[in-house]
């Protein structure tokens, strides 16, 4: 449908100032992309008094926006059935994209019916190559040959003739997942050079998660706009952060989700409103792959198998970590671990920013404050205490002449290029940068030969990459000789042929402008120009957002060959795959407690976008926190599934030693941590290897609907955690709190510490003093657990147990996955703890599915709690055998075996008969 605005001359009168005027007889089309031209509560007559055009919307789209041009009209000109799936050729009924530029014709649909659970649809251009994410980062399974023999899913496309639609309906249900019918508010597809949008349908019960990374609620919320386009800030709210992750999962009323997958590194917007969710996308192609779930955690592992099974971290990559920038030499190092010791605080990683090194110039060393002999004689000091050390590396390469790291990538042409062939120069702390291009076939060795130099002038663990963004002090070039081109409104950069694009592709100035920090920010702010080039004459405008993947890759590699052992990265820069090489900490947060709450949304987002080893920094990066603050984040960083305490230069120290309460409080959360590690460990080996064990498991942490999707009350709940299917975490996170109120979904729920069972579900009140965090253990989940020591390596070395809650039939089950904690191929045992009930006795059976692992120096399975026990046995026995040791609480029906004694790694039966 089409306005038309006719201007009289009194309302140019009445808008000559302070108002964009539309020339007569200007075109509106309430279906094309619109730009808000009024206020809030902005009337039809103040509208069209200011020249725009006003069309009333069932969502919150702006009724009243400038005008704008007719968007294009995608007609079905065939449809092919393809021994995978269908294939739809889609002609222009018109050839405008509504002032982006024109859209491509013909536009293939490659719809391929990929297994039982997924779908994938593609829009290609079948007469030229567009820019795709390369497999050499993001790998895909092998491609089907046959469509999938039972899919949950049919696909509705138009007929040919029709103007294009695709719906995508779950099949269980009816249930209308994907849905691009044009509607009078948005149209249902553009495809043009650099402006690719389509928006789907939305009922109204859907509730929208992930397209990250932000600081937001974990429930999306509507009328917003999601960028994705890395960038360095400081975790302000709703702004696009570190990373780019186009996925999200939609939770429907029935309990039933699914996720959708954009595969694409191209910045974009997504637009969120009720009713409708739309794509803008800057470059690339639309590859949309669906899952279909129906559970959230099954969601989550159809997108790992295509995104990558996330990394499984050494053992002692959970333990307890402590950093600042701002340490000044290796004795504050020495004191912060010696207290620690002292306290009697588990510590197993020592950490170090930029501080150690000399100029902050990678690979090097400090001579004055971190000298290469006091540094290899506290690192070592380190290792014969059972604990690692981790530094920092920046991707930028000082330019100087006679550093190593500069003269080898400078000899090996391994540095992203200006769009005149010439290194990039940008400017990072050590001053003049240049940055590896990790495109290049030699970069990956380059690379591993630096860190190969560095570990022999000291041999860290594990490496922390930050400012991969990537981050830049100037908005692109700081050395650019050529101003005037520079400055001339951005002038287009002459793109060769190689490129494979159009004419009039513009990487500088595209014709549609994402909300890049909200509010159209140039592309180049703060980082790299986007005519600058990879190697293969890859534009940074098309790989931008793969340079924090890229880097982990090329680090986790050269770690895992140099060091023979499984790799600790951390990385501020995401995207889809980066799980699978390394962690992630949420970037510079603030000492607030409103970041004390949106680090719970941020590590459970991370869940989903298959990077579990998630954590933000504990207390606060930036500012100065509190006895409170510090307190209260440590009882909840200490669930982290990456656990660090980090704070910025200049503020106060904020180790928990410095208090005595927060001492006290760290000692207890993290002897807690350290306790049920091996839960922890299991639920990562679950993620790694899914497909292995035969049970779904893809996060570590997890929001509560994921284990109740059912329960309407669960889809907004962000403040409370479950670790695993059966740890609720109830953190305080308001200032002055001595209560929670906390949601328990409709289950079995026992006290963590001593077992009570908690007689009422739903909204309650808990106590909660400073010195305490409410945990819940859900019946029927069965957590292995170890007696904690003040490093992992102790931990190990001591005896296990496990915790029983039964649900309401006097059930559980449990796993203990157990290796060496650091090779890369283990040898490795898998256990499953299985509880089972009659009417004259309850069973628990050990099975373990055995990998070869040797448990002749692994701790015994020492003590059995059970949760939740109807009646208090008569009798027990453990292999048949007569077992005595047992104790039976009648007030909190709690049931514990002690001295059992038994190989951790074996099969045991041991039953209990009233």
Known sequence: MKQTVLLSAALFLLCAVGCSVTPASAECYPQGLRKDCGFFGITEQQCEAKGCCWHEFADHSPWCFFANSEPPQYIVKSIVNSTVGLQVTLITKNTSSGGHGNDISPVV?????????????????????????????????????????????????????????????????????????????????????????????????????????????????????????????????NLNLYGSHPFYMDLRKSGAAHGVFLRNSNGMDVLLHSTSLTYYVIGGVLDFFFF??????????????????????????????????????????????????????PLDTMWTDIDYMDQYKDFSLDP???????????????????????????????????????????????????????????????????FPDFFHPKSMDYWQSEIAKFLDLLPVDGLWIDMNEISNFCNGACDDDD???????????????????????????????????????????????????????????????LFGLSESIATSNALEKLQKKRSLVISRSTFPGSGSHAGHWTGDNHASWDDLYYSIPGMLNFQMFGVPLVGSDICGFQGSTTQELCGRWMQLGAFYPFSRNHNVKGAPSQEPYVWPTVAAISRTVLGIR??????????????????????????????????????????????????GPGLLVSPVLTQGATSVTAYLPAARWFDFYDGTEVTKTGSITLD???????????????????QPGLTTSASRKNSYNLLVALDKNQTSIGYLYLDDGVSIKPKSSFTTYSTSSNSTATTLTASVADGGFDSTDTPQLDVITVYGVAKGPATATLNMKAFTNFKFDTSLHTLTFSSLATDVASNFVLVWSS
């Not at 090996?412 to 001053?431: A, E, L, R, S």
């Not at 790694?688 to 064990?693: A, L, P, S």
């Not at 909660?768 to 657990?785: C, E, K, S, Y």
């Open 109 to 237: 649909v490659q719809i391929d019916f990929d297994t039982n659970q997924r779908l994938h649809v593609k829009f290609l251009d079948p007469q030229n190559d567009r820019w795709e994410v390369p497999r050499r980062f993001s790998p895909l399974p092998p491609p089907p040959t046959t469509k999938a023999s039972d899919p949950a899913y049919s696909v509705v496309v138009a007929n040919p003739g029709s103007v294009f639609f695709l719906k995508v309906i779950r099949k269980s249900d009816g249930d209308i997942l994907f849905d691009t019918t044009a509607s009078d508010s948005f149209n249902g597809l553009s495809y043009a050079d650099q402006y690719l949008s389509v928006t789907t349908n939305l009922p109204s019960d859907s509730n929208i998660y992930g397209l990250g990374e932000h600081v937001n609620p974990l429930k999306l919320k509507a009328d917003m706009t999601y960028t994705m386009w890395n960038f360095d800030t400081a975790t302000p709210p």
């Open 674 to 723: 350290y306790s049920i590690l091996p839960y922890y460990y299991t639920l990562f080996y679950l993620a790694n290897k899914n497909t292995e064990t035969g049970v779904v498991g893809g996060t570590v942490t997890r929001p509560l609907f994921f284990e109740f999707p059912a329960d309407a009350e669960t889809v907004a709940i962000d403040r409370q955690f479950l670790v």
């Open 368 to 434: 004055s404050n971190f000298p290469k002999s006091e540094m290899d004689s506290f690192v070592s000091k380190l290792h014969h205490n059972g604990q690692q050390y981790v530094v920092i590396v920046d991707p930028g390469i000082k330019t100087e002449d006679g550093y190593p790291a500069w003269d080898d990538g400078k000899q090996q042409d391994v540095f992203i290029k200006d769009k005149n062939g010439k290194i990039f120069v940008g400017k990072v702390w050590p001053g003049s940068t240049a």
């Open 483 to 545: 101003e005037e081109e520079k400055d001339a409104d951005g002038a287009k950069a002459k793109m060769i042929t190689a490129l494979n694009t159009s004419v009039g592709f513009d990487p500088v100035n595209p014709p549609y402008s994402i909300h890049n920090q909200g509010g159209g920010a140039a592309l180049n702010i703060k980082t790299l120009d986007m005519d600058c080039m990879h190697f293969g004459s890859v534009l940074e405008y098309n790989a931008h957002n």
């Open 292 to 345: 279909m779930g129906p559970t959230p955690e099954e969601v989550v592992v159809q997108y790992q198998e295509i995104i990558g099974r996330p990394h499984l971290p050494p053992y002692w990559a959970l333990g307890f970590h402590q950093c600042r920038y701002g340490y000044p030499n290796v004795g504050a190092l020495e004191t912060v671990v010696s207290t620690y010791a002292a306290q009697k605080i």
């Open 768 to 786: 909660a003093p400073m010195d305490h965090i409410n945990l819940h253990v859900r019946g029927g989940v069965t957590i292995p657990r170890q």
